[in-house]
Structure formats: structure tokens, C-alpha cells
């Protein structure tokens, strides 16, 4: 192989690797629901209308959780199982869901409004 095929081989096999690529959400989402799991790796939570449960990917020191209102902040102590939450998240690296922000919500579950 000479110089001009091995370029040529090498653009159709990054154009074969485009295409075939999972096409990954770039925008940040929201989820709303009951928290039903929480550890230091993960927090699960359940849309109660829906009934969809969806599993969030949490970095160790995760420290990105407000009130409704985002004035004030909290621990990750504070998520209880069955607290209505808002998941702001996104899917970026490597198509894996992951938590952004995590905004506590009441029981009346307000709508989530950025500070």
C-alpha cells in the first residue's frame, strides 16, 4: 500500500466510525420523580405518572443539590427514598446518563426554576 490508499483507507474508516456511532444527546435534560435509590456511585428515580424509572451515573463527591428554588444547597445525606426530586442530566460521556444537578423538590412538586 502506498501513501494515497493508506489516507484513503483511513477517511473511510473514520467515516464508517461516524456513521455508526451512537448518535449521544448532547442537551442537558430533566426528570422528574421519587427518589427510590441513592448510593455514592448512583441515585435511581421513579416518574410516578409514567411509571418510567431512570438510573443517573453520580461522581464521589457529587455536590450539586439545591432546593427547588436553587438558594439553597444540600448534602447528599439529605436525599431521602420517596423525596420528589428533579434530575437535570445529560448524556455526553460515553451515552451514559449522568446528574448534572439534582434539585430537591415538595410534595406539591413545583416546578424546577434555575437561581
Known sequence: M???????????LAAIVLCLAPQVAMAASTFYGEMTHVS????????????????????PHFDRIFSANGKTTYQMRD???????????????LGMRHADE????????QRLRKP
Not at 2 to 12: D, W
Open 102 to 109: 439534582i434539585y430537591i423538590m415538595n410534595n406539591a412538586n
Open 40 to 59: 455514592t456511585t448512583n441515585i435511581k428515580v421513579r416518574n410516578p405518572r409514567s411509571g418510567q424509572v431512570l438510573s443517573f451515573e453520580i461522581v
Open 79 to 93: 436525599i431521602h427514598r420517596g423525596q420528589y426530586v428533579a434530575v437535570i442530566y445529560d448524556q455526553s460521556f
Open 2 to 12: 502506498n501513501l494515497m490508499q493508506l489516507r484513503r483507507c483511513a477517511i473511510v
